[in-house]
Nanobody, 123 residues
Framework: QVHLVESGGGLVQPGGSLRLSCTASGFSLAYYGIGWFRQAPGKQREGVSCISATYSRTYYSNSVEGRFTVSRDNAKNTVYLQMNNLEPEDTAVYYC????????????????WGQGTQVTVSS
């Protein structure tokens, strides 16, 4: 079976850091572009970051540029989202998703989605 599982969420104080992981089972992430998304209560889902399979090109939304870093470790079949200098506005459920275009960066349609991990930034 194909699964994407996010982990690493939790409660952190403003200014703190978290590293989210997106681990695949049943397929190799090495051939998939990955998107990170988040959804806060009462708000639409927001695209946060993307990383391509080929050349590991990256994209960041304006709201996280300079604070978040996306990376991949194909040997561990995992993509990471390092989140630094977290703000209360970053509070949301974070999702990763995979698309089967090794060259593509961010996509509108994704093939697989994870179940999400909660990130809460609060003092």
């Amino acid at each position: 079976q194909v699964h994407l599982v996010e982990s690493g969420g939790g409660l952190v104080q403003p200014g703190g850091s978290l590293r989210l992981s997106c681990t695949a089972s049943g397929f190799s992430l090495a051939y998939y572009g990955i998107g990170w998304f988040r959804q806060a209560p009462g708000k639409q889902r927001e695209g946060v970051s993307c990383i391509s399979a080929t050349y590991s090109r990256t994209y960041y939304s304006n709201s996280v540029e300079g604070r978040f870093t996306v990376s991949r470790d194909n040997a561990k079949n995992t993509v990471y989202l390092q989140m630094n200098n977290l703000e209360p506005e970053d509070t949301a459920v974070y999702y990763c998703a995979a698309h089967a275009d090794p060259i593509g960066l961010c996509k509108v349609e994704y093939d697989y989605w994870g179940q999400g991990t909660q990130v809460t930034v609060s003092s």
